[in-house]
Every structure is written in structure tokens, then in C-alpha cells.
């Protein structure tokens, strides 16, 4: 049975389609990776007042909800905050899909006591409906795309995987 795209993957799809694959073919070492576990310690541990973790259709984890209608996300570091804005984007998408008009989002780096606003345009959803063709090219293939060394390898969990 096709799975549906998560925000998980559309975030992956940014950072490197080689783990987009692993991860949807179920190659799962995330939870032995250090910085899976600081995001989760930081995630119980900040804001503790919200609403924490709604989870949509299993596609879309809503960090927290503060205000009706903007929603969180919460990211440690800036590091790949291009794939961390796409992430919140896809939401909106997935959202607006739903019938959800006017949400808004911020990216909350607790941390650095930072945050980013994010909001979803016209252009966006044009460019979010590529990527989703995409990601379905890529995760239907028989094999993972070509490894290319970048400088996240050193912190990913396939890490081992890819440089045997
Ligand atoms: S180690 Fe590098 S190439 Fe391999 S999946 Fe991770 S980011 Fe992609």
C-alpha cells in the first residue's frame, strides 16, 4: 500500500533525497543518532504550557498550537532552516488542502530564544506540488539516489550506510 507524504519526508526531500529514500523504504536508525535524541529532550521540555504533538491523517505532526491559528514547530538549531521552512509549508499546504484557510506558522529555535514566521503563498503551492511529484519519483525507485558527499553526513543517522 502507497504511504502518504509526511511532513517528515517533504523535510528529507530537502536535505537529501538519498535519505528520503532510506527513510521511506523503512531503514530507520534515527533513534540511535545524539541529535534525535537532544530534539526529543528539547521537545519535552520546552513549552510546556501548549498543546503539544497533533497529529493529522498520521501525515503532518504539529509540534504545538498557541494561538488558533498559528501553528510551531520546534527546531534546535538554524542549521537547515531551508528544509525546516518547507516542512511548516507543506503543513499550511496540507492544511489548506483540508479546508484550513488564513494558518500561519513560526519555527521556534528555543535554544537560540529565536523564531521565524512562515506563511504559505500562491507560488508556494505551485512549487510544493512539484516537490510532491518529486518525492513520489524518488521513493518509487528500486534503489536509493546516488550518494553525494555534503557536509550533513557527518551528523545523519545513515551516516554508516552511506559511507561503507
Ligand atoms: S549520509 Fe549524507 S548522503 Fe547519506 S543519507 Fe545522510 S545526508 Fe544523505
Not at 505532526?61 to 538554524?78: G, W
Request: glycine share 2%; aromatic share 10%; hydrophobic share 40%.
Amino acid at each position: 500500500m502507497e504511504k502518504e507524504i509526511t511532513g517528515v519526508m517533504v523535510y528529507y526531500y530537502q536535505v537529501c533525497h538519498r535519505k528520503l529514500w532510506y527513510f521511506y523504504h523503512e531503514i530507520q536508525m534515527e533513534q540511535n543518532s545524539d541529535q534525535v535524541k537532544i530534539g526529543k529532550l528539547l521537545d519535552e521540555n520546552a513549552y510546556s504550557r501548549d498543546d503539544k504533538h497533533i497529529n493529522i491523517d498520521n501525515v503532518i505532526n504539529i509540534d504545538y498550537i498557541r494561538t488558533k491559528k498559528v501553528l510551531h514547530e520546534l527546531k534546535k538549531s538554524r542549521k537547515i532552516e531551508e528544509a525546516s521552512i518547507l516542512q511548516v509549508k507543506y503543513y499550511l499546504y496540507y492544511l489548506l488542502k483540508k479546508g484550513a484557510i488564513g494558518i500561519t506558522a513560526k519555527i521556534d529555535y528555543p535554544l537560540l530564544k529565536q523564531s521565524v514566521e512562515v506563511s504559505l503563498s500562491e507560488e508556494d503551492v505551485v512549487e510544493i506540488e512539484k516537490i510532491l511529484a518529486n518525492i513520489t519519483k524518488i521513493i518509487k525507485e528500486e534503489i536509493p539516489p546516488p550518494f553525494r558527499k555534503m557536509a550533513i553526513c557527518k551528523a545523519c543517522a545513515y551516516h554508516d550506510l552511506c559511507f561503507i
